[in-house]
């Protein structure tokens, strides 16, 4: 059983293009979402997490949306650059051992 | 930020052999570490967490007395895989949490059985 379900699979955009990333959640008991960076050969790193209490955050080019009736929340990317060219993925998490249930990923390509 | 390193960035070993990846917290106490496992072009799949002090609680699945998990200290944990055989190769990361809820990732460790 998938809880979070990550779309697309991949993206292509343009530079200066806003590629959006959406994931779903089932469980309700999810209290956390972040979402990460992954180079290849790389570990992931962490972007940017939001709590269900806010709708929407902001932390440099990067925005999460959060939209806690439909159990979804998405991250748009402002002005993509080519070094933006990475594997995204989402993630959820419940209760205080913040055990981290992934997406599938999204591969992103941005073209100069 | 913070930051968390792995030792060695990339192995190769002999089929029976044991081989040992370590991951430090290094500007911060871990109070849990997790380990995960990494194929090509997937997603990450959570191996065990372990708490300083305590032993390491192991997802459904995945074999405690293959993946030995140490967490000695609020900066270090290691995974030991036992007995290594080619099906064990993968990419190995570890990440870390103090009491906050942001969990920080190290850079991995390609591990490759012959």
């Known amino acids: 059983q998938q809880q979070v379900k990550q779309s697309p699979q991949s993206l292509i955009v343009q530079k200066g293009g806003i590629p959006i990333i959406n994931c779903a959640y089932e469980?309700?008991?999810?209290?956390?979402f972040p979402w990460y960076q992954q180079f290849p050969g790389k570990g992931p790193a962490l972007l940017i997490a939001i709590r269900p209490d806010v709708s929407e955050k902001k932390e440099g080019r990067f925005t999460i949306s959060f939209n806690k009736s439909a159990k979804q929340f998405s991250l748009h990317i402002m002005d993509s650059q080519p070094g933006d060219s990475a594997t995204y993925f989402c993630a959820a998490s419940k209760g205080s051992n913040y055990k981290l249930t992934f997406g599938k990923g999204t591969l992103l390509t941005v073209n100069p | 930020g913070a930051v968390v390193s792995q030792h060695p960035s990339w192995v190769i070993c002999k089929s029976g052999t044991s081989v040992k990846i370590e991951c430090r917290s290094l500007d911060f106490q871990a109070t849990t570490m997790f380990w995960y496992r990494q194929f090509p072009k997937q997603s990450l799949m959570l191996m065990a967490t372990?708490?300083?002090?305590?032993?390491?609680?192991?997802e459904q699945g995945v074999e405690k007395d293959k993946f030995l998990i140490n967490h000695a200290s609020l900066t270090l944990s290691t995974l030991t895989v036992t007995s290594a055989h080619p099906e064990d190769s993968s990419f190995y990361i570890c990440?870390?949490?103090?009491?906050?809820?942001?969990?920080?990732f190290g850079p991995g460790t390609r591990l490759t059985v012959t």
């Open positions: 372990s708490n300083e002090g305590s032993k390491a609680t192991y």
């Open positions: 990440s870390a949490r103090d009491s906050r809820p942001e969990q920080y």
């Open positions: 469980n309700t008991a999810f209290d956390y």
